[in-house]
Every structure is written in structure tokens, then in C-alpha cells.
T-cell receptor, first 118, second 111 residues
Framework: EAEVAQSPRYKITEKSQAVAFWCDPI?????LYWYRQILGQGPELLVQ????????DSQLPKDRFSAERLKGVDSTLKIQPAELGDSAMYLC????????????????FGPGTRLLVL | KQEVTQIPAALSVPEGENLVLNCSFT??????LQWFRQDPGKGLTSLLL?????REQTSGRLNASLDKSSGRSTLYIAASQPGDSATYLC??????????FGAGTQVVVTP
């Protein structure tokens, strides 16, 4: 069964360093999402891509976070510089075009990258 | 703005008891509601998806109900097992491509 791949699975970094996370969605999925999940909370959307275009980055802290999906397939999320408050689980998800599946629409989640900023 | 709330935040039951997890949402204009399971430090696994036109969905020991008019969903897990210990998240799809999650209920099933 096809899965969403993420790497690394764990990352420990020091404050002010740069970190990057990678996501490879399920083949053929046009939509890719990055979520941040703080311990004890539900995932919150950071950025949504439709093919290679950003369709929603309203919750992305753009002073330090950036995301790209250059060829409309895999994606990279970068934080520079990392801050203590960035410690969280970063989840990637993918789906077909929004609305295509109708009320059965769902997103498929990867295993996540757990970030610890010291 | 859609708000999703899950009560209780944590629950501990002895093995064999039935689990009842609650989810409420503020805007009834939804396309579907999903229940996910999350093991510690892991990603999300979809358990059940209830379309807005449906009242319930069942999979094995799991049953989820949806009352869209009152903004509520309940996940029932029958005859709980220690392997059911995890965090359970509900999420509503209230516009295409937009999942809104609750904070989750952390479940511990003791042998």
C-alpha cells in the first residue's frame, strides 16, 4: 500500500540553527500539506500545496519558515533560525485534488518528524 | 471559524470496558468527520470516516456516530484491549482540503 514518506524521523538541533524536513507524498496526489503538532494538541496546518503552488500559508511563520514543492512532487519545509518554541511533531499529508472525492475526501499522513530544539 | 473540542482530554479504563469518546464542533456545515488514532511519537492512522449524510460508521469493535445538527460525534470502542491505548483525534472537513482537528483524547487501557 502506498504511503507518505518523511525524513528524518527525529531531529535534535540547537537554537538558531537551520533545519529541513522532507516529504514524499503518495504517487499521483496533487495536494500536499504540512502540519505542526505541539505536544497535547491537534495538528495545525502550516502550508498547503496544489501541485507546485502554495494555496494556503496563512499560518506559516514566514519570518523563519519556508516551504517549497518545486516539481509538484516532493516537498521541503525549512526553519531558519530554529527557536525553542518550534519543538513539535511536523506531519506531512497528501490527498487528491480537494473536492474530487466528494464527501469521502481524506488525507493520508506520513509518520512525522519529531523536532527538539535545545 | 470551526472549533473542534474533544472531551475528556484523558481517559483510563480497565481492559474489557467499553470506551466512549466525544467530539463536538461549532459549525454544522461539514462534508465529513473522521476519527484518527495516534500512537506516541507516530503519525495519524485513519479509523473511520463518516460522510455528512451518514449517521454512523462501523469497523470491527469501533462504531462512530454523527449528529450534524447538534455538532456532535461519538466514538465507541467495544471491549477495550491494552492495544487500544493511544490518542484518538477527531477532525472535521468543513471546506475542501481543510481538516480541522480537536486536541485529542489520550486513552490508557490497563490489563
Amino acid at each position: 500500500e502506498a504511503e507518505v514518506a518523511q525524513s528524518p524521523r527525529y531531529k535534535i538541533t540547537e537554537k538558531s540553527q537551520a533545519v529541513a524536513f522532507w516529504c514524499d507524498p503518495i504517487s499521483g496526489h496533487a495536494t500536499l500539506y504540512w502540519y505542526r503538532q505541539i505536544l497535547g494538541q491537534g495538528p495545525e496546518l502550516l502550508v498547503q500545496f496544489q501541485d507546485e503552488s502554495v494555496v494556503d500559508d496563512s499560518q506559516l511563520p514566514k519570518d523563519r519558515f519556508s516551504a517549497e514543492r518545486l516539481k509538484g512532487v516532493d516537498s521541503t519545509l525549512k526553519i531558519q533560525p530554529a527557536e525553542l518554541g518550534d519543538s513539535a511533531m511536523y506531519l506531512c499529508a497528501s490527498s487528491s485534488y480537494p473536492g474530487l472525492a466528494g464527501p469521502q475526501e481524506t488525507q493520508y499522513f506520513g509518520p512525522g518528524t519529531r523536532l527538539l530544539v535545545l | 471559524k470551526q472549533e473542534v473540542t474533544q472531551i475528556p482530554a484523558a481517559l483510563s479504563v480497565p481492559e474489557g470496558e467499553n470506551l466512549v469518546l466525544n467530539c463536538s464542533f461549532t459549525d454544522s456545515a461539514i462534508y465529513n468527520l473522521q476519527w484518527f488514532r495516534q500512537d506516541p511519537g507516530k503519525g495519524l492512522t485513519s479509523l473511520l470516516l463518516i460522510q455528512s449524510s451518514q449517521r454512523e460508521q462501523t469497523s470491527g469493535r469501533l462504531n462512530a456516530s454523527l449528529d450534524k445538527s447538534s455538532g456532535r460525534s461519538t466514538l465507541y470502542i467495544a471491549a477495550s484491549q491494552p492495544g487500544d491505548s493511544a490518542t484518538y483525534l477527531c477532525a472535521v472537513l468543513s471546506s475542501w482540503g481543510k481538516l480541522q482537528f480537536g486536541a485529542g483524547t489520550q486513552v490508557v487501557v490497563t490489563p
